[in-house]
C-alpha cells in the first residue's frame, strides 16, 4: 500500500475544515419533506432523507466523510490498491463504516445492507453489462445518486462529462448537503476550495508548462482528454494538458501523439497492482519517450488515483501540483 504525503494530508485536512463544528444532519423523524434535486440534468424526488446509504468508489466515500455523513452510511465498496486510508483527513469514516467489497457494487450488495439510497457513478460502480444501473436498482425500490462527474452527456453512448470537474464536486456536495441537512457544511467546503483553488491560480506562472496525464499502458496510454478530472485539474495548477484537443473523458491515445506534443511534466495516477515508481521506470526507459522534454529532464510527478477523479481531495492535488509546476517554470 502507498503512503500519502505528509503535506498532501495536511492540505487535504485544512481544506475540508477537518474538527470544524457543523450542524448535525436532519433525523429521520424530521425529515418528511420530500427534497428534489438536479441529477445529470434529472430532476430526482427524494421522499426522505436516506439512513443506509451505499457508496462505490473512494471519491465517492470521501464525499460524504467530508460532510460528516457517515452515521447515514450501511457501507462502500472499493478495491484495496487505491492508496493507505490509515492517515487520510477521514479515517474516522473509513473506521465506522462497513467495507463490503474490495471490488465493485453489485445488487447483492446494496440489498445485503439493506441500502436505500446507491451513490455511484457511470465506470464507479454503474455498469450497463453487470445490469447495475439507477434503472436496475430503482426496479428493486432503492434510490441512486449518481456522480455528477460521470453523467453521460450524449456525445456517445458511454461518453462522460456535463461540466467542468470542479463545478460537478461543487455540485454534488450542494445536492448532498440539501439531501441530508448540511447545507452550511456544504457550502463552507466548497468556499474554502475555491479559496485555495484560487490562491494557487494567483501564483500560476505565465508560461503554462505542458502536461500529459499517464494513467497506464504501455503499447497506448490510457490518459485524460478534456472532459475528466485531471484537464482542470492540471489547468488550475497552472498547466495545460497536451490532451485537451481530445473530445473524451478518460481514453486511449497513441505515444505518438504524446511525442508530437512534447510535454514539459508527465503526471502518473498512482494506483492498482502497477505502482508509481514501475510506471516511472516504464516512461524512463521507453525508446520512443527518449526526445520528449518531460523524459530527458525526469520531470515526472505522481497523484493518488483519488487526487483524479471528482473527490474533495481535489483541491489539495491542484495546489500540490501547482507547487511542482512554478518550480518546473523557473527551471
Not at 460532510?67 to 478495491?79: Q, S
Request: hydrophobic residues 40%; charged residues 25%.
Amino acid at each position: 500500500m502507498r503512503k500519502l504525503l505528509a503535506a498532501a494530508l495536511c492540505l487535504a485536512a485544512t481544506a475540508t475544515g477537518c474538527g470544524a463544528t457543523v450542524e448535525p444532519a436532519k433525523d429521520a423523524k424530521s425529515a418528511e419533506k420530500a427534497v428534489t434535486l438536479t441529477n445529470c440534468g434529472r430532476e430526482v424526488t427524494f421522499d426522505k432523507v436516506p439512513q443506509r446509504v451505499v457508496t462505490n468508489d473512494v471519491g465517492i466515500t470521501e464525499l460524504m466523510f467530508a460532510l460528516g455523513l457517515e452515521d447515514r452510511m450501511a457501507g462502500f465498496a472499493m478495491p484495496d490498491d487505491k492508496g493507505d486510508l490509515s492517515g487520510v483527513p477521514w479515517k474516522d469514516g473509513y473506521d465506522k463504516v462497513k467495507w463490503l467489497s474490495k471490488d465493485q457494487l453489485t445488487k447483492e450488495n446494496a440489498l445485503d445492507a439493506r441500502a436505500d439510497l446507491v451513490f455511484a457513478g457511470w465506470n464507479y460502480g454503474f455498469r450497463e453489462d453487470a445490469g447495475f444501473t439507477p434503472d436496475a436498482l430503482k426496479k428493486l425500490g432503492v434510490p441512486s445518486y449518481v456522480l455528477t462527474e460521470s453523467c453521460r452527456n450524449g456525445r456517445t453512448e458511454t461518453s462522460r462529462g456535463i461540466m467542468p470537474p470542479l463545478d460537478a464536486l461543487y455540485t454534488d456536495l450542494t445536492n448532498l448537503g440539501k439531501l441530508f441537512g448540511v447545507e452550511k457544511r456544504a457550502a463552507t467546503l466548497i468556499a474554502d476550495f475555491k479559496k485555495q483553488i484560487a490562491g494557487v491560480r494567483a501564483e500560476a506562472p505565465a508560461k503554462k508548462p505542458k502536461v500529459f496525464l499517464y494513467d497506464s499502458g504501455q503499447d497506448q496510454p490510457f490518459t485524460s482528454g478534456r472532459y475528466a478530472a485531471p484537464e482542470q485539474i492540471i489547468t488550475e495548477a497552472g498547466g495545460a494538458n497536451v490532451m485537451h484537443d481530445v473530445e473524451d473523458s478518460w481514453t486511449t491515445v497513441g505515444w505518438e501523439s504524446v511525442v508530437r506534443r512534447d510535454p514539459d511534466v508527465i503526471v502518473i495516477c498512482d494506483y492498482g497492482d502497477v505502482g508509481a515508481e514501475q510506471k516511472k521506470k516504464f516512461l524512463l526507459s521507453y525508446a520512443p519517450l527518449r526526445g520528449v522534454s518531460a523524459i530527458k529532464h525526469k520531470r515526472i510527478f505522481v497523484l493518488d488515483y483519488v487526487d483524479l477523479v471528482e473527490s474533495p481531495r481535489n483541491p489539495s492535488a491542484i495546489a500540490r501540483l501547482g507547487t511542482y509546476l512554478r518550480t518546473v517554470a523557473k527551471n
